[in-house]
């Protein structure tokens, strides 16, 4: 038996994020503004999760092996090879 879905939500309306989901697109928007890019991209958001090394994915990805720093270096050379400096 199928159910009724709610209504969708108000467009008009800002989505509610969580205090780490919100801190961490501030940081990929500090990222992408510090770098002079009129978005934020994939790239500005994997920034904003490693910024704090504390968080659930930093953690994660550390886990799987991953170094922050590496990520950091590797996610700065490809911003770089494809947003070269205006």
Known sequence: M???GQAA???AEPIP???SGGKVLESANQESLGRGHDRIGTEHI???LIRDGESGAA???VALGAGLDRIERSTNALVQ???PAR
């Open 2 to 4: 199928a159910g009724h």
């Open 9 to 11: 939500p108000n467009p």
């Open 17 to 19: 994020f969580t205090p």
């Open 46 to 48: 994997l920034l904003g």
């Open 59 to 61: 953690r994660i990805l």
């Open 81 to 83: 090879q494809y947003y």
